[in-house]
């Protein structure tokens, strides 16, 4: 069966600190994979999508950057974070455009 | 512009009863369109999909029907219990867009 981590699970950084949340999948190949962001009482929001290794879209411009080292890796990482970038992170994967997406647990990230 | 609305941030029910949540969309035009369940500080849940073409779909307590002529989906759980309090998101995937895109969700309480 498939399973997706993400990690940390929590985390509280300074303001102009940088950042780096990471994603794996196991259980699948050559997914699709997903960075969103989901403000307090909020949708979510696209913020990365990657249909294979080194191919990143972005959805949003932002401080924020995406990477794709391998198949089933998928990283978030910013230089400099900002007060805005406070939200709870979250990564999914999925096999087609039509599919069910599956989430990972989350990074709930505060920035002081 | 493009925007999804979720009937409202709150809706408490008794238990028992049937609860019914509101995706109105406007646009858009949806091939298919999902709802999720999310409970606090996890990631969304897959429930339903239902495609353009299909006019309703069930799966145990929960009933998705879908209106293209009046921009809207109706997500029904019967029988409702405490166990399905939680935040329903609905989610749209438009016919030429890459990637599902998510309502801001509305918090189910299910009261004993």
């Known amino acids: 069966s498939q399973t997706i981590h993400q990690w940390p699970a929590t985390l509280v950084q300074p303001v102009g600190s940088p950042l780096s949340l990471e994603c794996t999948v196991e259980?699948?190949?050559?997914?699709?994979l997903y960075w969103y962001r989901q403000a307090a009482g909020r949708g979510l929001q696209l913020l990365f999508y990657?249909?294979?290794?080194?191919?990143i879209s972005s959805e949003v411009p932002q401080n924020l950057s995406a990477s794709r080292p391998q198949d089933r890796q998928f990283i978030l990482s910013s230089k400099k974070l900002l007060l805005s970038d406070s939200g709870f992170y979250l990564c999914?994967?999925?096999?087609?455009?039509?599919?069910?997406?599956?989430f990972g647990p989350g990074t709930r990230l505060t920035v002081l | 512009s493009q925007k999804i609305e979720q009937n409202s941030e709150a809706l408490n029910i008794q238990e028992g009863k049937t609860a019914t949540l509101t995706c109105n969309y406007t646009n858009y035009s949806p091939a298919y369109l999902q709802w999720y369940r999310q409970d606090p500080g996890r990631g969304p849940v897959f429930l339903l999909l239902i495609r353009e073409n299909e006019k309703e779909k069930r799966k145990e307590r929960l009933k998705v029907t879908f209106d293209t002529t009046l921009k809207q989906s109706l997500f029904h759980i019967t029988a409702s219990q405490p166990a399905d309090s939680a935040t329903y998101l609905c989610a749209l995937l438009p016919i030429y867009g890459q990637n599902f895109v998510f309502g801001p969700g509305t918090r189910l309480s299910v009261l004993p």
């Open positions: 999914a994967w999925d096999r087609g455009r039509t599919d069910t997406q599956y």
């Open positions: 990657s249909v294979g290794i080194g191919q």
């Open positions: 259980g699948t190949s050559n997914p699709n």
